[in-house]
């Protein structure tokens, strides 16, 4: 047994090349990564969403470049002025052009969204792998601090943390970061469940690999997967997390624009009489982007499902 597992995890041959079962390996990864990637495309919707998400996420990257106006200047004498050839969007309240201010709100949203997505995945992961490969008590904490923090109201949590710490940028993604982490660590845990009886574990344990070894370069890479699957839909469900508290004016703060706080200045009845793209466009802007993180989510995890690639 012993010296089967040497030779699985010996590098190189004595002549320094790689030896054959290496070249398999990376050919059999090869052709899984293809497959995986064929299906993803083969999935219309998901490619529809791809290719939407990318394009919104490099008009916000490059809003310096593209925006036709100071996001912050207020041109007083054409507050809520409609769409036209100076204002492509129209103005706000104030008489800031409502495109350029989206285009530098969704900086913030989509780092807001991204940035809480790998803080939640990454906390998840640590615990769920943990829980997965130690199990016994260690097991039994976690999942009980799990279903603690699972036992309380996400969006009450939320205003009530948020609330305290005073709302920022940063304490929205630590809030959203440490409430958050608990679907990925469930996740996690199942595929470690499983994945530590395999034979590969059993060979890294008899050649004297430590725990954390075993746990970070043997098993967590083969349980991405799902945890992909899963930080995908959470980036657009922490996007509308953002929204919904700018909108009641715990999110992001001005004078920083975000599309929820934009949302927040256009609550007046007058406005959604008088000003109908005022809330219109950064609320379509909103479903549009969120919708593309599902698709792309729905896409990804039907492009990894086991069962799909193995037909």
């Known amino acids: ?53 990318t394009i919104i996420t490099l008009a916000c990257l490059l809003a310096p470049y593209i925006a036709p106006h100071d996001p912050a200047f207020q041109d007083l004498r054409n507050r809520l002025a409609p769409p ?26 989509l ?21 997965g490969y130690f199990g016994g008590l260690i097991d039994a904490f976690l999942m009980r601090l799990v279903d603690v923090i699972l036992a ?22 630590l809030v959203f970061a440490l409430l958050s982490w608990t679907s990925t660590a469930r996740v996690v845990r199942g595929e470690f469940l499983t994945l530590k009886k395999r ?32 930080a995908t839909l959470a980036v657009g469900s922490f996007i509308l997390a953002e929204s919904a508290l700018s909108f009641f004016g715990l999110g992001v703060q001005p004078p920083n624009a975000s599309w929820g706080n934009m949302l927040t200045d256009s609550q007046s009845i007058t406005i959604f009489r008088n000003a109908w793209w ?21 896409g990804l995890r039907d492009a990894l499902d086991p069962r799909v690639i193995e037909k």
């Open 111 to 131: 780092y807001v969204g991204f940035a809480s997505m790998l803080g939640a995945v990454a906390i998840g992961s640590v615990i769920g792998a943990v829980a």
């Open 152 to 173: 309380f109201p996400n969006i009450f949590l939320l205003i009530t943390l948020v609330a305290i710490l005073q709302p920022s940028i940063n304490i929205l993604i």
């Open 199 to 230: 034979e590969f574990v059993l060979a890294s344990r008899t050649i004297g690999m430590s725990n954390a070894r075993i746990i970070f370069t043997q098993i967590l890479p083969n349980a991405l997967g799902p945890v992909i699957v899963a």
């Open 278 to 298: 005022y809330p219109t466009f950064p609320g379509l802007l909103i479903l549009i982007t969120v919708l593309c993180f599902n698709f792309i989510g729905d």
């Open 1 to 53: 047994m012993e010296s089967n597992a040497q030779q699985v995890f010996q590098p190189n041959t004595p002549e320094g090349k790689p030896p054959v079962e290496d070249k398999q390996l990376i050919g059999e990864r090869r052709s899984l990564l293809s497959i995986i990637i064929a299906k993803f495309f083969q999935n219309k919707l998901a490619v529809f969403g791809l290719i939407t998400l």
């Open 84 to 109: 036209s050839s100076d204002f492509w969007l129209g103005t706000d309240h104030l008489g800031r052009d409502l495109f350029s201010r989206m285009l530098y709100g969704g900086q913030v949203s």
